[in-house]
């Protein structure tokens, strides 16, 4: 069983940054590839990026490539989001989720994920 724990979430300008975190109970942390999704009201979840589960495999959503950066600390069982020149159109609930997989994947499809964590708001005023 993992347990993920989002926070950093917050009301920022456009043009901001903001650094989501990721902590992760239990030990096996280190054999799950990790992912962001986020939701805004009335769409569906949406892919924002994944690494694998060393860390030396990134990807990331063509709206998000250049302003964000995913990172993970296997010792502190935490995984980052970097979140730089915020967009109103960033405006979303953040989650983070991990699944079970090989090494090197990066896992892009949400019902391939096996935990969810609960969400942090990100809002981004114009």
């Known amino acids: 069983q993992v347990q993920l724990v989002e926070s950093g979430g917050g009301l920022v300008q456009a043009g901001d940054s903001l650094r989501l975190s990721c902590a992760a109970s239990?030990?096996?942390?280190?054999?799950?590839?990790m992912g962001w999704f986020r939701q805004a009201p009335g769409k569906e979840r949406e892919f924002v990026s994944g690494?694998?589960?060393?860390?030396?495999?990134?990807r990331y959503a063509d709206s998000v490539k250049g302003r964000f950066t995913v990172s993970r600390d296997n010792a502190k069982n935490t995984v980052y989001l970097q979140m730089n020149s915020l967009k109103p159109e960033d405006t979303a609930l953040y989650y983070c989720?991990?699944?079970?997989?090989?090494?090197?994947?990066?896992?892009?499809?949400?019902?391939?994920?096996?935990?969810w964590g609960q969400g942090t708001q990100v809002t981004v005023s114009s």
């Open positions: 239990g030990r096996t942390f280190s054999f799950s590839a």
């Open positions: 989720a991990a699944a079970y997989t090989r090494a090197g994947a990066i896992v892009v499809v949400p019902t391939l994920y096996d935990y």
């Open positions: 690494i694998s589960r060393s860390g030396g495999s990134t």
